[in-house]
Every structure is written in structure tokens, then in C-alpha cells.
């Protein structure tokens, strides 16, 4: 774990080093030897550290207390449009969520025959959980799942029925 993030994470403050070149710790950032002045500045939102910000300087001591408040400033801005980004695109999975629930419901409603419901409701599952094949077992007389009811994506590559009766 590197001690400047754990530090940032503990502090919620920014980080200055003067020197990083000359601290050990900050061998690990890779181009360490070239870099002098460093800032690291936590991106916070609701008191959570979402990443840092760092800039980075070739000089000794580049940066004084008006630069460490400037990129804490813009730790902030860009922590905010994170966050926003983040709520927005949750937004639109849950519309994108809510509108192909309605979608399935309206072609389930449309029929009621047992055959078309599950085979209806296979081709709706498919795009919305991202995944390949998918089949629906229904209980034999005793209970047990080994009636192949539906399929969906099988057919491409496998024979459903072997997997099914192997389970």
C-alpha cells in the first residue's frame, strides 16, 4: 500500500514534498528521480476519497501554499464532476433498467401461453443481464428441476439437453 494514498485517505489533506526525488517512499511513483515539487491532492466527495490529483514539478520546492490551495481546488471541482458523472450514468441504467422491464412486461402481457411467456422472457434476459445462453427448467412430477422448458443462445454450441441432464 503507498503511504502518500493511505495518508490522504487518513487526512483528507493534500500532500506537499518539496523534494520527491529524495523520499523514499516515492520510489514507487516510477519516475520518482526526475520529479522534485509534488502535490497530491485528495479528490473528496461526501467525505469519501475518491482518487488524488498530483502535479508534478522538475524543480526543487516548485510549489508554495497558494499552489497546494489551487490544486485542492481543482481536487474539488474535478471530485464533484466524478461524482456527477457517476450519479448521471446510474441514472441512466435505471432508466435503461426501468424501460426494458416495461418492455418485457408489455410482450409478456401480450400472450398467455405458457411456451411464448418463457421464451419471450429468455429473449428480454439475454441483452439486459449480458450474457450468452439461458434456460428455464420447470419441476418434473417429483419436484426436481430436469424439464427443459425454454432455451436461448444454446443452440450455437452446445447440446442443452446433455447439460441439463449432467446437473
Known sequence: TDPFLVEVQQTHQPIYLPDASANPDFQSWGTAQKIRGWICAPLIVHGRVLGVLTVDNHRYDAYGPVDIELAQAFA??????IENARLYAAEQAAHQTADL???TNEALSRTL?????L??????LIPVLHVDSACI?????RG???????????EQWTDVTAVVQSR
Open 76 to 81: 474539488n471541482q474535478a471530485a464533484i464532476a
Open 119 to 124: 421464451r419471450t422472457l429468455l429473449q428480454h
Open 144 to 154: 426436481e428441476l430436469v424439464h427443459l422448458h425454454s432455451t436461448y443462445g444454446y
Open 113 to 117: 401461453n405458457t411456451d411464448d411467456v
Open 101 to 103: 422491464l416495461r418492455t
Open 137 to 141: 427448467l420447470l419441476p418434473d412430477e
